[in-house]
């Protein structure tokens, strides 16, 4: 059985750095890793995200934003997510169904009931392991997050993105063994070495990762982010 680990966080938190170099110190450490990321990660998940995301897609009402993203997720889960976790793979996700409830119930206003009820059906009963929130204060992500122009969700503002980060504080409070807060404020290595240690109560492989020695060989972090990328858009091509 492998292990399923997702990645949340309010726009512009460092998500996806951190999710690019925990993949390749996994992979370092010889773990099959499975990268994905949602809205996404196969052709008809792609095809809705581009729906979801489209700044001119403004009128779209929340009823029909949360059905997406669950259309979306059962593709992704039933396949890629369910056969990758029946091998030993580490399948990482960046978001997930946290992402909906933090996201179209705590900032978009949906009953928490309701959202709960489509985020069963929408994972087809598949809960993560372990889930990572990158908390961080609203106004220094949002500036990170917008330096490449807005989407749609972006363009919400610094109100949406502070109903948000309570959405996940408050998700983490009621499930607190799966959901673990990771203090995303300081630099990329600061977070991760933060990040490895959070993460190593759910993947002990972790523990032998010397981290300033594996920090140092990122010298050149940006080809290794873009070698990632290019990796997991072609994990999304083949599945
Ligand atoms: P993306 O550009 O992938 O953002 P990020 O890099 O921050 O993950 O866009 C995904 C957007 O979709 C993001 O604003 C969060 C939002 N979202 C939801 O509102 N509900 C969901 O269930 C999911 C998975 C994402």
């Known amino acids: ?40 990660g196969t ?15 403004m009128e779209m009402r929340p009823e029909a934003e949360l059905l997406l993203y669950e259309a979306s997720r059962a593709q992704l889960v039933r396949q890629v997510i369910e ?13 997930y169904f946290d992402s909906t409830f933090a996201y179209q119930a705590a900032a978009r206003g949906l009953s928490e009931d309701v959202v709960r009820t489509a985020n069963e059906l929408g994972s087809c009963g598949f809960v993560p392991d372990v889930t990572i929130v990158f908390d961080l204060d609203v106004e220094v992500a949002l500036q990170r997050a917008t330096r ?17 980060r309570e959405g996940y504080v408050r998700a983490a409070e009621l499930e607190p063994d799966r959901i673990l807060l990771v203090d995303a404020d300081g630099t990329p290595e600061q977070v991760f070495g933060r990040l490895v240690e959070t993460l190593s109560l759910a993947l002990p492989m972790l523990n032998s990762l010397d981290v ?7 010298a050149d972090l940006e080809r290794v982010m873009a070698d990632i990328a290019l990796s997991l858009s072609e994990d999304a091509q083949d599945a």
């Open 148 to 164: 490449g122009g807005a989407d749609r969700l972006e363009a919400e503002g610094v109100e949406f993105q502070r109903r948000v």
């Open 212 to 218: 300033a020695s594996f920090l140092s060989r990122q």
């Open 83 to 95: 056969p990758a976790l029946k091998t030993d793979s580490v399948v990482l996700c960046d978001r």
């Open 43 to 57: 052709a008809i998940s792609e095809k809705i995200r581009a729906l979801l995301l489209d700044p001119q897609n």
């Open 1 to 40: 059985m492998g292990t399923f680990v997702t990645f949340e966080g309010i726009d512009g938190c460092g998500k996806s750095t951190q999710i690019k170099l925990i993949v390749a110190a996994l992979r370092e450490l010889g773990a099959n890793c499975v990268c994905l990321r949602e809205p996404g």
